[in-house]
């Protein structure tokens, strides 16, 4: 039988070959800064390592804001995971210092670079910035770091002193640039048009941190790598700075399924890292998130029921096996006849279609919604793909 979703890739239109697009996970540095989020060095090194062995390319924590972190940094760095480790600071000499003190490779720096930040926080000149930049830069390189700049607030900056800074910084040597949208303000296509503009003048590899205030994070995440981006910055969960940013589940399945990257993710590990963070934060992800909420995979309307009960990918474009989630059916007043003989069988009982029919109108007479949630087990999918 030809795969369920050949015809909806044929609109995605695939690239013979794919480009990998890489994802930095700042579970540590944008994710701490998450109102009531306050992890535990114990917490950060589990949680550095179950990201790597995950698969993140990188890892972000920020020395800068504690002693505590700072320790967290240095820890994590020395148990030589295959992620690399990226020393998050300010666009300050000092601030690079601190990632040379933790026995940093990676640091990255922050500057905004708009006009409201730096009139309203910065209090400097535009000339003052674009020094502080080139400084910081020419800073870690002198010391043998690699180093991302982020030109913070890039998106609501005048684009000429966006175009000169991301030149600046790449003459003075900056081995990535971060593109933010720090406040969620670009459509998609704003996202697309931003990263063009700069991925025009300069020839270093390009991050996207988008945040999602409006809801449009990991669509703007994508639209920057449809115009050359090869790195989305993603939370757990998307927990960040006010409601944060890319989830890193959403975003690894679009990439291994819906972008074909060849990226080497355990996908089975979603879930427990979802868990993870719930246990560390008591933030619970709501019932309909995808790919990790309570609801991802459950079904319920009578017609749902009927079809994923001889093939689930009739309802499902993954497997949640394969994203550490397990499939529910819900039986209450919309479940059909299919699914009234599933629950007779399972309750034992003897199932002809005139009591199937019955079940199901005694279902819908109660009016009490749902009333009975029940696993499909992994023995049953397996029975059920059999038979077909």
Same mark, same amino acid.
């Given at each position: 039988?030809?795969?369920?979703?050949?015809?909806?890739?044929? &609109?995605?239109?695939?690239?013979?070959?794919? @480009?990998?697009?890489?994802?930095?996970?700042?579970?540590?540095?944008?994710?701490?800064?998450?109102?009531?989020?306050?992890?535990?060095?114990?917490?950060?090194?589990?949680?550095?390592?179950?990201?790597? &062995?995950?698969?993140?390319?990188?890892?972000?924590?920020?020395?800068?804001?504690?002693?505590? *972190?700072?320790?967290?940094?240095?820890?994590?760095?020395?148990?030589?995971?295959?992620?690399?480790?990226?020393?998050?600071?300010?666009?300050?000499?000092?601030?690079?210092?601190?990632?040379?003190?933790?026995?940093?490779?990676?640091?990255?720096?922050?500057?905004?670079?708009?006009?409201? *930040?730096?009139?309203? @926080?910065?209090? +400097?000149?535009?000339?003052?910035?674009?020094?502080?930049?080139?400084?910081? =830069?020419?800073?870690?390189?002198?010391?043998?770091?690699? +180093?991302?700049?982020?030109?913070?607030?890039?998106?609501?900056?005048?684009?000429?002193? $966006?175009?000169? /800074?991301?030149?600046?910084?790449?003459?003075?040597?900056?081995?990535?640039?971060?593109?933010?949208?720090?406040?969620?303000?670009?459509?998609?296509?704003?996202?697309?048009?931003? =990263?063009? %503009? /700069?991925?025009?003048?300069?020839?270093?590899?390009?991050?996207?941190? =988008?945040?999602?205030?409006?809801?449009?994070?990991?669509?703007?995440?994508?639209?920057?790598?449809?115009?050359?981006?090869?790195?989305?910055?993603?939370?757990?969960?998307? +927990?960040?700075?006010?409601?944060?940013?890319?989830?890193?589940?959403?975003?690894?399945?679009?990439?291994?399924?819906?972008? %074909?990257?060849?990226?080497?993710?355990?996908?089975?590990?979603?879930?427990?890292?979802?868990?993870?963070?719930?246990? &560390?934060?008591? +933030?619970?992800? &709501?019932?309909? %998130?995808?790919?990790?909420?309570?609801?991802?995979?459950?079904?319920?309307?009578?017609? *749902?029921?009927?079809?994923?009960?001889?093939?689930?990918?009739?309802?499902?474009?993954?497997?949640?096996?394969?994203?550490?989630? %397990?499939?529910?059916?819900?039986?209450?007043? $919309?479940?059909?006849?299919?699914?009234?003989?599933?629950?007779?069988?399972?309750?034992?009982?003897? @199932?002809?279609?005139?009591?199937? @029919?019955?079940?199901?109108?005694? $279902?819908?007479?109660?009016?009490?919604?749902? $009333?009975?949630?029940?696993?499909?087990?992994?023995?049953?999918?397996?029975?059920?793909?059999?038979?077909?």
């Amino acid at each position: 039988m030809r795969d369920p979703n050949y015809y909806a890739d044929m &609109y995605n239109a695939y690239d013979k070959e794919p @480009k990998k697009i890489k994802v930095l996970d700042s579970t540590l540095r944008e994710g701490e800064q998450h109102p009531g989020v306050s992890f535990t060095n114990k917490q950060r090194i589990q949680i550095a390592w179950m990201l790597d &062995y995950f698969g993140v390319d990188q890892i972000e924590i920020s020395p800068i804001v504690s002693a505590a *972190h700072k320790e967290a940094t240095k820890t994590i760095i020395k148990q030589g995971l295959r992620a690399d480790i990226v020393s998050h600071g300010r666009a300050l000499k000092e601030d690079v210092d601190v990632s040379i003190d933790c026995g940093a490779t990676w640091c990255a720096a922050y500057l905004g670079i708009s006009d409201i *930040h730096l009139r309203d @926080k910065l209090r +400097i000149s535009r000339q003052e910035a674009l020094d502080r930049a080139i400084d910081t =830069v020419e800073h870690a390189k002198k010391h043998g770091l690699k +180093i991302r700049f982020t030109v913070e607030d890039g998106s609501r900056a005048d684009p000429e002193f $966006l175009v000169s /800074v991301c030149k600046a910084i790449e003459g003075a040597g900056v081995d990535r640039i971060s593109l933010p949208d720090t406040v969620g303000i670009l459509r998609p296509i704003g996202m697309y048009n931003f =990263v063009k %503009k /700069v991925r025009s003048i300069v020839s270093v590899p390009l991050d996207a941190h =988008v945040h999602n205030d409006i809801g449009f994070a990991v669509a703007n995440a994508f639209a920057a790598c449809e115009a050359g981006v090869d790195q989305i910055h993603t939370t757990i969960d998307g +927990i960040g700075e006010r409601i944060g940013i890319p989830p890193l589940a959403e975003v690894a399945v679009a990439l291994t399924y819906l972008y %074909k990257s060849p990226n080497d993710f355990r996908l089975d590990m979603l879930l427990d890292l979802s868990r993870l963070i719930e246990d &560390y934060t008591t +933030i619970q992800p &709501y019932d309909s %998130k995808p790919i990790v909420g309570s609801s991802a995979y459950k079904h319920k309307a009578g017609t *749902h029921l009927a079809a994923i009960l001889r093939n689930p990918a009739a309802y499902e474009p993954i497997p949640p096996r394969a994203v550490g989630n %397990k499939r529910r059916i819900v039986f209450g007043e $919309l479940a059909g006849k299919t699914g009234a003989a599933y629950l007779m069988s399972l309750l034992g009982l003897e @199932k002809d279609e005139e009591g199937a @029919k019955a079940v199901a109108a005694g $279902l819908k007479g109660l009016r009490m919604g749902d $009333l009975i949630e029940i696993p499909l087990e992994d023995r049953l999918e397996k029975k059920i793909t059999e038979k077909d």
